[in-house]
């Protein structure tokens, strides 16, 4: 079986200069470790530094755990990160409803913005299945 790459090795390394965030985490579908990183500034610095030389294995990782399609993963992290609370990204993923009700809602007060942080990535991978 032919390995895919649903991720980006660049859009990784992008994300972790941002990493005290737990940004780069979260893009390779690793939320419980990105709400660490978020609330401890990356491990106070050092699981940042670490995580510079683990980006290429959580590539991998991501790239044999979540299904490649016509939603392209670095476009929806993309737009989740920046137009996240007007439901851009969920637009981008044809899910229109909830797209609209994010851009009048504030992505639901901010509530549903962090579940799509935690969920995104399986999201895509649902999106990617259904769609031929």
């Known amino acids: 079986m032919a390995q895919t790459d649903s991720h980006s090795k660049l859009i990784g390394y992008a994300l972790w200069i941002f990493g005290f965030t737990g940004s780069h985490r979260f893009y390779y579908g690793k ?7 978020f609330f401890t500034l990356g491990l106070l610095g050092i699981g940042w530094l ?21 939603v392209d993963y670095s476009v929806a992290w993309i737009l989740l990160t ?20 994010y851009l009048l809602t504030g992505g639901l007060f901010l509530l549903g913005y962090l579940y799509d942080y935690w969920t995104l990535n399986d999201q895509i991978s649902d999106v990617n299945r259904s769609r031929p």
């Not at 939320?31 to 990183?37: A, E, F, L, N």
């Open 31 to 37: 939320p419980i470790t990105g709400t660490i990183w």
């Open 50 to 70: 670490i995580d510079l030389f683990l980006i290429p294995s959580m590539d991998r990782q991501a790239d044999l755990r979540f299904e490649p399609g016509n």
């Open 82 to 101: 920046f137009l996240g609370l007007f439901g851009v990204h969920r637009m981008y993923m044809g899910k229109w409803l909830t797209g609209i009700l």
